[in-house]
Antibody, heavy 121, light 110 residues
Framework: QVTLRESGPALVRPTQTLTLTCTVS??????????VSWIRQPPGKALEWLAV???????KYSTSLTTRLTISKDTSKNQVVLTMTNLDPVDTATYYC?????????????WGQGTTVTVSS | QSALTQPASVSGSPGQSITISCTGT?????????VAWYQQHPGKAPKLLIF???QRPSGVSNRFSGSKSGNTASLSISGLQAEDEADYYC??????????FGTGTKVTVL
């Protein structure tokens, strides 16, 4: 069974750095065509795509957040890690990781349950 | 990467059909067949409904269908049911392995 599970702190202070971990099972992060993205959703608002890391370690970021985001993976641990620097209350959101398999279906077919992060002093 | 534009809300009576539009640009929706639709119930993670403009994953009802014309994609729901009440998001590939989501549409079953 393919699953993704997000983990990280529930509360972060403004200006701090957030580190989120996505632990996957049922597939390998090194399999050709596998990509894992981070997507967030502020309370009551729309989904926002943040970043992606591919099976070959290629990384891409949202242009509006590129200076604050870093995505990495540890294939041996089946984990994808997202760090976001200089947190602000507007970064309060549920953060999801999701899998994309290039070619078929070439969409975010499996999502984690999400982890809620509140940025507040 | 501006968000794709969707109507904030759409409603219909049980059994009726509704359509949700998703307007992007020639840099995203207009350029790629990689448009997807997601259904999200309150407090839940999004669920893939449609991929590659009009394809349904296994297990998704054929009451859901997708299409695209130019820079606008559409999701249609026929035979509206109470369980279809949810938020719906479109998502398009925007080149360079990046994606952009829509503003979201709340579907209400009257």
């Amino acid at each position: 069974q393919v699953t993704l599970r997000e983990s990280g702190p529930a509360l972060v202070r403004p200006t701090q750095t957030l580190t989120l971990t996505c632990t996957v099972s049922g597939f390998s992060l090194s399999t050709s065509g596998i990509c894992v993205s981070w997507i967030r959703q502020p309370p009551g608002k729309a989904l926002e795509w943040l970043a992606v890391i591919d099976w070959d370690d290629d990384k891409k970021y949202s242009t509006s957040l590129t200076t604050r985001l870093t995505i990495s993976k540890d294939t041996s641990k089946n984990q994808v890690v997202l760090t976001m620097t200089n947190l602000d209350p507007v970064d309060t959101a549920t953060y999801y990781c999701a899998r994309r398999l290039i070619g078929d279906p070439d969409a975010f077919d499996i999502w984690g349950q999400g982890t809620t992060v509140t940025v507040s002093s | 990467q501006s968000a794709l534009t969707q109507p904030a809300s759409v409603s219909g009576s049980p059994g009726q059909s509704i359509t949700i539009s998703c307007t992007g640009t020639s840099s995203d929706v207009g350029s790629y067949k990689l448009v997807a639709w997601y259904q999200q119930h309150p407090g839940k993670a999004p669920k893939l409904l449609i991929f590659q403009v009009s394809q349904r994953p296994s297990g998704v009802s054929n009451r859901f269908s997708g299409s695209k014309s130019g820079n606008t994609a559409s999701l249609s729901i026929s035979g509206l049911q109470a369980e279809d009440e949810a938020d719906y998001y479109c998502c398009s590939y925007a080149g360079g392995s990046t994606f952009v989501f829509g503003t979201g549409t709340k579907v209400t079953v009257l």
